[in-house]
């Protein structure tokens, strides 16, 4: 089963990719390893979520933002690749948080991405990690997702 009609099964819908807010591209393909820029919570052109873990926003939230990201991040890998069927596995997620000051969860929120990438790639989808907490991020995104992704 292509993992396009996988997602279709689960619900799980890609959006468009997103525009790059400054000077980037979102996506660079090199060999046959693609590296998106980090991506932030949005949704049709808006942030979904906003604000610090662990003062503003809850783990679950922000669990739900980093999902997003990772969808955002995928979007940008079918722009590249022509389809998901062309991704042979997801080599690295890194994961920024933007934390409340004593806010040690960060693993937690990442793993919306993680579980997300599970579900949709299985054992494909089992990928290297950091969960990083930061003081800011741009927009006041809670989270902020990249990838670096192995075509076949």
């Known amino acids: 089963m292509s993992l ?3 997602m279709q099964e689960l619900g799980i819908v890609l959006p468009e990719p997103p525009k790059p807010v400054a000077a980037y591209v979102p996506g660079v393909l090199v060999d046959k390893y693609i590296y998106t820029a980090g991506q932030i919570p949005f949704v049709n052109g ?3 979520y906003k604000g610090k873990v662990g003062r503003d926003i809850s783990v679950e939230e922000a669990y739900e933002a980093a999902r997003i990201c990772a969808l955002n991040c995928l979007s940008i890998v079918k722009a590249l690749a022509g389809s998901l069927d062309n ?3 997801i080599v690295k997620v890194v994961g920024f948080v933007n934390s409340a ?5 960060q693993p937690k929120v990442v793993n919306g991405a993680s579980e997300l990438l599970d579900q949709i790639f ?3 989808g089992a990928h290297a990690r950091s969960a990083v907490g930061v003081n800011e991020l741009p927009m006041d995104a809670p ?3 990249e990838m670096i992704v192995k075509l076949k």
């Open 4 to 6: 396009e009609k996988r």
């Open 46 to 48: 808006e942030l979904k």
């Open 87 to 89: 991704v042979e596995k």
């Open 101 to 105: 000051e004593g806010f040690n969860q």
């Open 122 to 124: 299985g054992e494909a």
């Open 143 to 145: 989270c902020e997702i």
